[in-house]
């Protein structure tokens, strides 16, 4: 019922910056919470950080300080602003909604997009 589309990958020096983006289009419930996710290789998918339709936002402890996320109702989009990358920073980044179904949260996810920070 709901497409995502990342966008905003690519390769980085450390220090940089990049933008990411995800659009979410077909039935998205007026209720929701949209996030980043991000995993690197041989370690579990993480929680980057979450915005809420009504604002409330969470960032994992590692980019607190140097990444921003909003969203644009509007548009059905999501962002990610990414300062001050690091190597470790490194990994496939994907865009998840999710909405309450009674108790239970379902999920629908991107394809992902990669970003490497390397100099």
């Known amino acids: 019922q709901v497409q995502l589309v990342e966008s905003g990958g690519g390769l980085v020096q450390p220090g940089g910056s990049l933008r990411l983006s995800c659009a979410a289009s077909?039935?998205?419930?007026?209720?929701?919470?949209m996030g980043w996710y991000r995993q690197a290789p041989g370690k579990q998918r993480e929680l980057v950080a979450s915005i809420s339709s009504a604002g409330l936002i969470n960032y994992a402890d590692s980019v607190k300080g140097r990444f921003t996320i909003s969203r644009d109702n509007a548009k059905n989009t999501v962002y990610l602003q990414m300062n001050s990358l690091k190597p470790e920073d490194t990994a496939v980044y994907y865009c998840?909604?999710?909405?309450?179904?009674?108790?239970?949260?379902?999920?629908?996810w991107g394809q992902g997009t990669q970003v490497t920070v390397s100099s």
């Open positions: 077909g039935i998205i419930f007026s209720i929701n919470v």
């Open positions: 998840n909604v999710a909405h309450r179904d009674g108790d239970i949260w379902r999920d629908c």
